[in-house]
């Protein structure tokens, strides 16, 4: 990797600096790089500058500066030009993040020397019908629910164009099994390991004892439709984007034509993440007492 672009969460502490810490090894390098114009406040190389939508262009990779949050909007702005992502955690929980602002020295020589390898993960394409230009993409989730009250929504779920049920809910989860760890574990949806190909839908708080999570094989085409007398419903992807929906309104979600690609310094470890960011299935400490 000899080329590559900053996108940042400026709002995290130490985020600046970590990337003035970068960029004064790249230029001791000899590397080419761009940052996003939201960094501007640290450099005054303005040639440098770039819209974040644009970071892509003329790149090898993208270096991620934030949290999982920052990753997720990453991947969302440059996935579909198969630029691969290198997370860096200045955040909180860093589950997709692999690197931590100590072991950047040795992350970078690492990048630079190409000693990592890509790991592809699913991408979620949402369309509004109604709306031709509106279509998202999610690495994590999309979300439906309803967006002014905290109230049940009524929503219908087609696989393929095939009724699969009716929900009365707090809202509706379809996840990514990246995503499976995020919103759809909170809901009470299944973990699944990121290298499965399936999309989970997961109802919120549903009205009934029988409404459970399904999963369905990645190529399904899933369809929600809102009931005709909803007039709050709301769309958000990835807990960051959205908009509101009209009643009646079709929402359609399938795979997307494109994988995101993060950048791997050593084996990933799915289980061990879980472990350790998570506490899954850890055992207690105990001093002996109850």
Not at 69 to 80: E, H, N, P, Y
Not at 120 to 128: C, G
Not at 235 to 245: A, H, R, S
Request: proline letters at 4%; charged letters at 25%.
């Amino acid at each position: 990797m000899k080329k590559f672009g900053i996108i940042a969460h400026i709002k995290r502490p130490n985020v600046k600096r970590t990337a003035k810490v970068i960029m004064d090894w790249a230029d001791k390098q000899g590397l080419e790089y761009w940052i996003c114009e939201e960094l501007s406040g640290i450099a005054g190389k303005t040639e440098r500058f770039k819209p974040k939508s644009r970071i892509w262009e003329d790149v090898d990779c993208v270096i991620s500066l934030g949290g999982d949050g920052t990753i997720l909007s990453s991947v969302r702005a440059i996935g579909q030009h198969n630029i691969p992502v290198f997370g860096i955690n200045v955040g909180s929980l860093g589950f997709l993040t692999e690197v931590l602002a100590q072991d950047i020295p040795s992350a970078l020589d690492k990048l630079k020397n190409d000693e990592f390898f890509i790991e592809e993960r699913m991408i979620l394409e949402a369309k509004v019908t109604s709306k031709q230009d509106t279509n998202y993409n999610a690495l994590n989730d999309v979300v439906l629910d309803n967006g002014g009250l905290s109230r049940l929504i009524k929503l219908d779920l087609y696989r393929d164009k095939q009724f699969v049920c009716s929900y009365n809910a707090d809202g509706l989860i379809i996840s990514t099994p990246t995503g499976s760890t995020a919103y759809n574990l909170a809901a009470g949806g299944p973990v699944m390991h990121p290298n499965l190909g399936a999309i989970i839908a997961s109802p919120i708080c549903p009205h009934s004892l029988t409404l459970r999570s399904i999963l369905f094989d990645e190529n399904s085409k899933l369809a929600v439709r809102v009931a005709v007398n909803e007039i709050n419903a709301r769309l958000t992807v990835d807990g960051q984007l959205g908009c509101m929906l009209d009643s009646h309104e079709k929402v359609i979600v399938k795979k997307a034509p494109y994988r995101a690609k993060l950048i791997r310094l050593k084996e990933y470890s799915f289980f061990e993440i879980l472990r350790t960011k998570l506490h899954w299935g850890a055992r207690p400490l105990t001093n002996g007492n109850a």
